[in-house]
């Protein structure tokens, strides 16, 4: 896995949660109106499995995911990066959501990575 300073590393653990957070609270909506969440609950799963492996990396965390988790997870994440990126290209130069949304993609990308070390 790349090294990051300490910085880029809360940001990305940062993103991670806010991405929970905003993730859980459509959970819960769609949960009132009765709607489908099957795709969301996979997605809060891969959200969940990539924070961890974060802090597992960087503050020595233990998890409780198998490699299939992992494995599973790691499609997910990188199943998000065209809608990511295609919201980055979208945004203005210098707006918050683009620097939120630069942040989320790298914090996405270290998790991949360290998936892929543990899974590979």
């Known amino acids: ?27 819960a ?11 969301l609950q996979k997605r809060l799963k891969a959200l969940y499995i990539g924070l961890a492996l ?10 409780p995911y198998t490699e299939e988790d992992i494995a599973e997870a790691r499609l997910v994440l990188v199943g998000l990066f065209p809608s990511l990126e295609s ?5 203005k130069a210098g707006s918050p959501q683009k ?13 991949v990575q360290a998936m892929n070390d543990l899974v590979n």
């Open 54 to 63: 974060l802090e597992n990396v960087w503050n020595q965390k233990s998890h």
């Open 29 to 39: 909506n769609m949960t009132q109106k009765s709607n489908n969440t099957t795709l």
């Open 99 to 111: 620097t939120l949304l630069e942040r989320r993609i790298k914090a996405f990308h270290l998790a």
């Open 1 to 27: 896995m790349e090294i990051v300073s300490y910085e880029e590393q809360l940001e990305s653990i940062k993103a991670f949660q806010s991405t929970i957070r905003k993730s859980e609270n459509a959970f």
């Open 87 to 91: 919201m980055y290209a979208k945004s």
